[in-house]
């Protein structure tokens, strides 16, 4: 499960994320619009959200696809990348951004990360470059954008591809720019916890790119151009006209929803100033906000703490990628600012249905822990 509560949660009165939605009225119209009309897969509701979306996103074209991993890869699959070539991306991130790349038959390559942004280190990267780097995937994490004109910079000089992983980051910008603007293409996950959530699972990729887009609309039908004419070997990763319909009626309330994330983390870098943690800056007014990280060194203890508390937290994420056994046959890197990072963070609760008093509630029990002994 990539980001969903954990089965170690046992429900805590201040969940670390609540997935009731409160738009039931609203995702109930859409249902009933799907069911009447009677057309379950690549119909109308599709394609409504693909421009909508695309639109939100700064992008002229749209794709939907099953999920964010399959939005990835075939991204990369419909750019040319595969076995053989070598994608640059983050240790820290789900581990579904370099299963995308394996997905390709390509190499993931992990660089270290900005022990600051905790997003892809341009001079990590540039050291990880080999003759058969083909692209680089940056990771605009928990809704902060990795530094793009630096990366934009490498991969230039480097004639490298850009995919964006914008799964975390819907509506961010980087300087005043919409993520997922800055490559060749971006991918946007859907899933249920995300910032635009379906009621399971879905992606897209955007790009300006009227080319890529229509391969990978064409490899996500299992590769038919036209009826059961298969031009190559696609999959099966379309997004629903159930879930698109629900999309469609959560979408234009997003902005306002990602304005509550920020506020929330406005009162929490104010009133957790005094805190025995250490905040990551916001490094870019464009944060969304999809997760609230802090750092300590006794992270285990002080989530031991709040949960005692009956305050959930998650860790994202405890194991860089390079030491999940799944990657252990490509080439282990060291990447010893993401080893740090995944050692002392912890997201604390941040959803836009949090209420101010639960915030109170979790600044003062920050604020209490590990006292000092004069108190
Ligand atoms: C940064 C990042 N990339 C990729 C993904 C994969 O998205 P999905 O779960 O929709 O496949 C996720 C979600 O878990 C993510 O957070």
Redesign the pocket.
Known sequence: M??GPSSDDVTPELPFLRLVPDDVRGVRVAIERVLQRGIFELGPEMEAFEAEFAAAAGSTRGVSVG??????ALTLRGLGIGPGDEVITTPL??A??AL?IVMTGAKPVFADIDGDRLTLSPSAVTDAITSKTAALIP???YGQAADMPALMEVATRHNLIVVE?C??AHLATCGGQPVGTFGAAA?F???P??NLGALG???AMCTNDDQLADRVAVLRDGGQTSRCMHTETGVNSRLDELQAAILRTRLPRLPQRTERRRAIAATYREDLAGAPVTIPPELDAGHVY?LFPVRSARRDALRAYLHDLGIGTLVHYPTPLPRQPAFSRFTPAECQVADAVCREVLSLPLYPELADESIDRVCDALKRFDPPSSS
Do not use: I, R
């Not at 999920?67 to 990835?72: P, V």
């Open positions: 990539p980001d999920s964010g991993t399959d939005a990835l991130t789900a579904f951004t995308a990771v605009h994490l992983d799964c975390q991918a996950s859907f899933y916890t995300k699972d879905g992606g999809h």
